[in-house]
């Protein structure tokens, strides 16, 4: 198996923008690399703001002013015709404990590029351009997610933060100190101060599909918001060995039904729509005691506002006909429920002319996970591309995605904003 540094040396550049993007990726996966060549760069560590500061380095280099917000935020901004409003991009540079060098660097590193191409060529966008940088989008270290986003949009609460305690048992409180704010600071993060006339944000697919067709890059279509719902199969214990067949109440093969007949679920909802059990409780939980009561979560995503309430009404519906008549009870309890962003259709109609423009097949992505458009997206008008991940494989080590595929997301967006 070929490591990080070895795929990096295989690349072919065969454009400026391919050799500066290439140079920085591999600059940034210094900090924090691990033995297996993966990244560990947690939210609020050392290693996160080593790599902020790079990045704020290169932004200094051409111009961009630097400010950092309550929540750790980094923000360069680069001078445009118009200072009313901010076009916005980027991502994050935090990773997963054992994670990959693209996951957010991608979409930090791109949003970089084209600022330094505009700075190369003499060109003066529309509005202020701000690159971006948010703090632990990941959540590893507090067990939470889109944390630097969430603080910049105003969505943060002090219940949350009371709740936190890193690995080491640290409060949030302490860690946020370590980068010299506050909880004070923390919870009244700047905020976007002025209208964002458009969010961007290029982030490697975490899946196959662009490999699949055989595309570098794909228009993400809506960001899926995900639900929870906690469903209890209330059964009765019983004697693994006296009970006889025919006077069991078992919930987990209750349960298992459930679980087994789930995947058709979504299908007849959308196409877009996905629901995934990924854990379950069985209680007792003893080998010769029949379960009395299983508990697990469903998992259910759509990227349609409308769609996703009729999914959470068809999985807990689904629940109820299993059990129907069996003496087994069930209870569903919806704990979750995050709104799915959808982007504008004239906001994708404009990027396909910039696909188009640059002779690529426009193909539309769901994104099935969060990412911090999402969060601006609760206000703001936001776009997303995705770009080619080599296998799918993404929060490991092996995480691969072409530098060519960047650089022609770079020129993409890049046109996509000109053009705006
Ligand atoms: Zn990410």
Aim: aromatic share 6%; hydrophobic share 35%; no cysteine.
């Amino acid at each position: 198996m070929r490591l990080f540094t070895d795929k990096m040396a295989a690349e072919k550049l065969e454009d400026p923008i391919s050799e500066r993007l290439h140079a920085r990726i591999l600059e940034i996966s210094k900090i924090g690399r691990t033995e297996n060549e993966g990244a560990k760069r947690m939210g609020y560590s050392k290693e996160e703001s080593q790599a902020k500061d790079k990045v704020i380095e290169w932004m200094q280099e051409i111009g961009m002013q630097i400010r950092k917000d309550g929540a750790g935020n980094v923000f360069g901004t680069y001078q445009g015709e118009d200072s009313s409003k901010v076009f916005m991009a980027g991502s994050h540079i935090d990773t997963v404990p054992d994670g990959g060098h693209f996951d957010g660097a991608a979409g930090v590193l791109t949003a970089l590029e084209i600022v330094t191409l505009w700075h190369e060529a003499g060109y003066t966008p529309k509005y202020d351009f701000e690159v971006v940088i948010f703090s632990d989008e990941e959540g590893s270290r507090f067990s939470s997610g889109l944390t630097g986003s969430r603080a910049f949009m105003g969505l943060m609460t002090e219940e949350e933060l009371d709740k936190y305690r890193d690995p080491d048992g640290q409060t949030f409180d302490e860690v946020i100190r370590n980068i010299g704010s506050d909880r004070q600071q923390f919870l009244t993060a700047e905020g976007p101060g002025k209208q964002i006339a458009m969010y961007a944000e290029i982030h490697i697919e975490q899946a196959k599909q662009l490999e699949q067709k055989n595309l570098p890059v794909g228009i993400v279509s809506g960001i899926a918001g995900a639900t929870r719902t906690k469903i209890t199969f209330h059964g009765a214990a019983g004697h693994a060995g006296s009970t006889p067949m025919t006077e069991r109440k078992d919930a987990l093969v209750k349960a298992s039904e459930f679980i087994s007949t789930l995947p058709g679920i979504p299908k007849s909802i959308s196409q877009t729509a996905v629901a995934t059990v990924g854990k379950m409780s069985v209680s007792p939980g003893g080998v010769n005691v029949i379960p009395g009561e299983v508990e697990l979560v469903v998992d259910a995503r759509d990227i349609n506002e409308e769609n996703q309430s009729k999914l959470i009404q068809a999985v807990a519906d689904h629940a109820q006909d299993i059990v129907h008549d069996s003496g087994i009870t069930v209870e569903t309890d919806l704990t979750t429920r995050v709104t799915p962003i959808p982007i504008d259709p004239e906001v994708i109609e404009r990027m396909e002319a910039s696909f188009k423009r640059h002779d690529l097949l426009p193909i539309h992505l769901p994104s099935g996970a969060g990412h911090d458009a999402m969060t601006v997206g609760t206000k703001f008008p936001v776009t997303m591309l995705f770009v080619r991940s080599i296998q799918g494989i993404s929060h490991n080590p092996e995480e691969f995605t072409h530098i060519e595929d960047l650089t022609q997301a770079v020129k993409v967006l890049k046109d996509f904003f000109e053009n705006l």
